[in-house]
């Protein structure tokens, strides 16, 4: 799943605690190298975030498809995590960040990968769709919806813990409560008010 890279490996300003080294994969993949754990990049500005939204979308639009990425995270114990985006929207977006920010620094890969979780939480957690309304023209946020995805730390997936964002989003004042689970679990959920 994680192609060697080519003699033509690239590594970031050294002033930085941490490297991505990028390198050249087969059939034009890029490939990260990256010292740091999904979990452990840098928040964003919220900002950024909703920048590099419209810079994905117009890539969209564009149907600018992008190459083939692979990652691999590195933990000091040695362990690592693997994440391939082969995904044509996944990948259209990720370029579109490489292409605004640059995806050779623990920001850039931050805000690509917040970007990606945050597709994925709006797709897939029906509590969240209150908070964003999508139109021909463009999406509006709610701004506690994008503070938290660039506040937010992510998983070891690069994903986010929904019962974790949901409490941020309560804490950013949004009229989104949580209640007790019925079963006494200790889980979160939230509800709308």
């Known amino acids: 799943m994680f192609p060697a890279m080519n003699a033509r490996t690239h590594t970031q300003d050294r002033s930085q605690a941490e490297a991505i080294r990028v390198g050249d994969g087969p059939g034009g993949a890029v490939t990260y190298l990256v010292d740091l754990s999904?979990?452990?990049?840098p928040s964003v500005c919220k900002r950024d975030l909703e920048l590099a939204w419209y810079a994905a979308r117009d890539a969209a639009i564009a149907q600018?498809?992008?190459?083939?990425?692979?990652?691999?995270?590195?933990?000091?114990?040695g362990s690592h995590t693997?994440?391939?985006?082969?995904?044509?929207d996944a990948r259209c977006?990720?370029?579109?960040?490489?292409?605004?920010?640059?995806l050779r620094s623990a920001?850039?890969?931050?805000?690509?990968?917040?970007?990606l979780a945050l597709v994925d939480l709006l797709g897939r957690a029906a509590w969240v769709r209150p908070l964003f309304t999508l139109a021909r023209d463009g999406t509006e946020f709610?701004?506690?919806?994008?503070?938290?995805?660039?506040?937010?730390?992510?998983?070891?997936?690069?994903?986010?813990?929904?019962?974790?964002f949901r409490l941020r989003l309560?804490?950013?004042?949004?009229?989104?409560?949580?209640?007790?689970?019925?079963?006494?679990?200790?889980?979160?959920?939230?509800a709308p008010s």
Do not use: I, N, Y
């Open 38 to 41: 999904p979990e452990s990049l």
């Open 93 to 102: 977006w990720a370029g579109a960040v490489d292409r605004s920010v640059g």
């Open 82 to 88: 693997d994440l391939a985006l082969a995904d044509r």
């Open 142 to 164: 709610h701004p506690a919806l994008l503070r938290a995805a660039a506040s937010q730390p992510l998983t070891s997936e690069a994903r986010f813990d929904e019962a974790e």
């Open 107 to 115: 920001r850039g890969l931050s805000l690509c990968l917040r970007l």
């Open 64 to 77: 600018d498809g992008g190459a083939a990425r692979a990652f691999r995270f590195t933990r000091p114990d």
């Open 170 to 190: 309560a804490r950013f004042g949004t009229g989104f409560r949580l209640e007790a689970p019925p079963d006494g679990s200790g889980a979160h959920s939230g």
